[in-house]
T-cell receptor
Framework: ETGVTQSPTHLIKTRGQQVTLRCSSQ?????VSWYQQALGQGPQFIFQ???????GRGNFPPRFSGLQFPNYSSELNVNALELDDSALYLC???FGQGNSPLHFGNGTRLTVT | GENVEQHPSTLSVQEGDSAVIKCTYS??????FPWYKQELGKRPQLIID?????GEKKDQRIAVTLNKTAKHFSLHITETQPEDSAVYFC??????????FGTGTSLTVIP
């Protein structure tokens, strides 16, 4: 069984730039969620993708967008980066839409300078 | 939306003692409550979960209790060991696998 993998592991960007983070879901999982974890905080829900469509969104502006591909992998795109976007971005996969455990990747540490 | 509060933010216990972490939630429609353990620099990992039709669940040294009326749930770790030291997060979900997390409890087990 292949776990959730994310790339890159670390990234440094300048304010105003754009970034794309990638995630491969665990085998057998068809739902992907993205979370932002600021230092010393709990993960905050950004959005979720199911069957290649956004299926739920947290309190994040439209400059946070995403995609899910037919193989259930996913991308998180952030435009017009701000300093406050510096955080650990966690991807989590799960199966279906009924409540089931999230399986997290190791995350991408984004630093915006 | 859902708001999850978690206490305490830090907790130190002697090895072998018990540790209790408490969470409250605001949305009465929440029906699934997992707990995650996150070691420094690692991914959050599920340690136990409970659904709203159950009041208590136990897995070896770890147990979770749920009080739907009061809208709170708790994690209990007995016979703590140094390897239990980590940050613990509670979470609540209403539907569709969209989770709202608490702010975390940093547990230190002193040998």
């Amino acid at each position: 069984e292949t776990g959730v993998t994310q790339s890159p592991t670390h990234l440094i960007k300048t304010r105003g730039q754009q970034v794309t983070l990638r995630c491969s879901s665990q085998s057998g999982h068809n739902t992907v969620s993205w979370y932002q974890q600021a230092l010393g905080q709990g993960p905050q829900f950004i959005f979720q993708y199911y069957r290649e469509e956004e299926n739920g969104r947290g309190n994040f502006p439209p400059r946070f967008s995403g995609l899910q591909f037919p193989n259930y992998s996913s991308e998180l795109n952030v435009n017009a980066l701000e300093l406050d976007d510096s955080a650990l971005y966690l991807c989590a996969s799960s199966f279906g839409q009924g409540n089931s455990p999230l399986h997290f990747g190791n995350g991408t540490r984004l630093t915006v300078t | 939306g859902e708001n999850v509060e978690q206490h305490p933010s830090t907790l130190s216990v002697q090895e072998g003692d018990s540790a209790v972490i408490k969470c409250t939630y605001s949305d009465s429609a929440s029906n699934y409550f997992p707990w995650y353990k996150q070691e420094l620099g690692k991914r959050p990992q599920l340690i136990i979960d409970i659904r709203s039709n159950v009041g208590e669940k136990k897995d070896q040294r770890i147990a979770v209790t749920l009080n739907k009326t009061a809208k709170h749930f708790s994690l209990h770790i007995t016979e703590t060991q140094p390897e239990d030291s980590a940050v613990y997060f509670c979470a609540a979900s209403t539907t569709g696998n969209q989770f709202y997390f608490g702010t975390g409890t940093s547990l230190t087990v002193i040998p």
